[in-house]
């Protein structure tokens, strides 16, 4: 019974509540539909009322910015950079000797034509075109002075690439070479293989001349090779024509290999005896009319008269000697003091025909380590002895020795 009187205790309390509630709920919700729409700004109970006619809206302030930050990298540390492989430069496969008014242009394979310099750099298969004045190039023992209008490249040897040749299209060359393997040079109509040679070179589309100095060349037009020896002209076309060159054409061509110089004393031994020790002969070096030849009454052969010449540092003798002994005592004297003091050399010949010899003054040996040097004093005394060993079978009367174009000169 009490439990039920609870119970209709807490009903009669739920319907009392309910109904005081909702007409409360009813008005709140009315006042707010019939509100103004403005934003109450009224001051907080502590803050100045603010002036709303007068005042502007406090600006916003942005955000701070944060600094970007670096990506992080997910594949680990980063990768070490090298630098660029460093790609050597070719040397250039010749030296290049460009002479005063000279022009030229080269052209490398599949490239273009470009005007070329002292500095230029050749390589394998360039083409070269002088079209004024003279190029030589160089590479070791091969020198080929390349006079205008001469076309032609370089090339290796086949089967020997540290040996260099040429192909001529057209022109003319002053070929030299001292030595080594075989070399080969093509022309239009002919190819030309040497070892040691100096050797004048004219090339047309149709022919080629070949005028050879000092030495020997195969030519080769298809057929068999063709010797062509020292002293000889060459025409090459369908096939060889062949003869002998005048000693003054051969004299002119061995001169044109010499370069710009100073002559301080020359003997030819064409005219009067220019010196006092030995005997005038027929038959010279490069076919002249004379020498100078041995006598058994002379030991020496050259001159004895003093202040014939004045030397520089770098001058230089030159002659042409034949003989059958295995060397030759060279010597000269310097009038430097009250006696003239002897500079000599000792040169190792080999064969039995003309040979040319063409070395510097100062390679002779002082008299003593003490001697003033001879350059720019008064010389003379310049006289060649052959030098037999002591058990020489050659008896004194078969001992034969001639000089020719004998010439002391000073490089320019």
């Known amino acids: 019974m009490v439990m039920g009187a609870s119970v209709i205790g807490a009903t009669l309390a739920a319907i009392v509540m309910v109904s005081w509630l909702v007409p409360r709920l009813s008005r709140n919700e009315a006042a707010r539909a019939n509100a103004p729409q403005t934003p109450n700004n009224a001051p907080a109970a502590n803050e100045p009322a603010a002036n709303t006619e007068t005042s502007a809206p406090e600006p916003t302030k942005a955000p701070p910015v944060k600094p970007p930050s670096p990506p992080v990298n997910r594949e680990g540390p980063p990768k070490e950079e090298f630098p660029p492989p460093v790609v050597e430069e070719q040397p250039a496969i010749a030296e290049l000797i460009v002479n005063a008014g000279c022009v030229f242009r080269v052209r490398p394979r599949g490239g273009e034509w470009a005007e070329g310099s002292a500095q230029t750099r050749l390589g394998w298969n360039d083409r070269i075109q002088v079209r004024a004045g003279t190029l030589t190039l160089t590479r ?153 030849a041995a006598s058994p009454e002379f030991a020496a052969i050259g001159s004895e008269k003093a202040g014939e010449f004045t030397p520089a540092l770098n001058s230089r003798l030159r002659f042409w000697v034949k003989t059958n002994a295995p060397s030759v005592r060279i010597s000269f004297g310097v009038s430097s003091g009250a006696v003239p003091r002897t500079w000599f050399m000792l040169r190792e010949l080999s064969g039995s025909g003309w040979q040319l010899v063409d070395v510097p003054l100062v390679e002779f040996v002082a008299p003593a380590k003490d001697t003033q040097g001879f350059a720019t004093h008064p010389a003379g005394f310049i006289q060649f002895r052959m030098r037999f060993p002591d058990r020489s079978p050659v008896m004194p009367s078969e001992r034969m020795m001639q000089i020719d174009d004998v010439e002391i000169y000073t490089p320019r």
């Open 140 to 292: 070791g023992a091969l020198a080929i002075c390349c006079h205008a209008r001469a076309d032609l490249d370089l090339v290796q040897v086949a089967g020997n690439p540290e040996e260099t040749g040429a192909t001529v299209r057209e022109g003319r060359l002053l070929v030299a070479r001292t030595g080594g393997g075989a070399c080969s040079f093509a022309t239009p109509v002919a190819r030309l293989t040497f070892a040691s040679a100096r050797f004048a070179l004219e090339v047309w589309p149709e022919r080629s001349e070949l005028s050879v100095v000092e030495g020997s060349l195969d030519a080769d037009l298809g057929a068999k090779p063709v010797r062509v020896a020292t002293g000889n002209l060459a025409m090459l076309a369908a096939r060889v024509e062949m003869r002998a060159l005048t000693s003054v054409e051969l004299r002119a061509l061995e001169n044109e290999f010499r370069p710009p110089r100073d002559v301080l004393l020359s003997w030819d031994f064409e005219g009067e005896l220019p010196c006092s020790l030995g005997m005038l002969t027929q038959g010279g070096a490069l076919g002249s009319a004379r020498a100078l």
